[in-house]
C-alpha cells in the first residue's frame, strides 16, 4: 500500500494542480493522494499510513489553524505538516514549529521550493525556505540587541534606583520601600517610573520578571 499524502486548500482546482506537479516530480509513484477543500473532514482522513499531511491555511485565523493542527497530532503523532501561508509573522511561525509542523512555506515559494521541501519532510527534516530564515535571523537578533540594550541600561541604574529595584522584586509596596528608605512614596514612585523608562519595560511586573530572567536582583 502506497504512503499517503493529504492535500487541503480551499480550492478544488488548486489541489488538482498540485496532484499534477507532484506527478510531475516523481511522487505518484511512491505515494496516494487524498485531497480535500474541507477543514472539517481532515480528522476523518488522519490515519497511520498517512505520512504527510500539505496544509494551505489561507483564510484561517492563526488560532484556527493551530488548533487545527493540534487535532491532527493529537490523531497521528508521526504526521509531518508542511504549512503553506501568506502571514509570515515571527511569532507566529514559532507557534506553529510548537505545534509539531516540519516546513513553513511562504508565498515567495515556487515549484522547485516546494518539491525540495517535501523530499527534506519526507526524510525526516525540517525545512525552512531563505525569507523564513532570514526572518527567523532577523527576529533573534533584534531579541538579542533589545535584552543586551536593557542589561547595558541596567548599568545606568542609580545606587538609589538599584536599591529601590531590589525591593520592587522583594514585593515590597511604594510605602514600605519608602519607609525602609527613609524618602517619600513620591520619590519611590519617580524612582519607579526612571527604571522602567531605562531597562524600557511598561509595568511592575514586566520589570520584576526582566530583573529576575537577567539576574539582576539576588
Known sequence: MKTEIILFDNHCLYLEAM?????????GEKYSYTITTEADELENLIKEESQIAVLNILGFSTNDALAMIEKLMGLNAQLKIIILSANIDVKNIKKFFDRGIKSFLSKSTDTAEF??????????????????????????????NSNEKKIGSFEELTVREREVLDLICEGFRTKEIADKLFISTHTVETHRRKIMFKLDVRNSSMLVKFAVDNHLVN
Open 115 to 144: 518539491v525540495l521541501a517535501l523530499n527534506e519532510v519526507i526524510a525526516g527534516r525540517i525545512f525552512l525556505n531563505e525569507e523564513i530564515k532570514n526572518i527567523l535571523y532577523n527576529f533573534i537578533c533584534n531579541l538579542e
Open 19 to 27: 496532484g499534477c506537479l507532484l506527478d510531475k516530480n516523481g511522487f
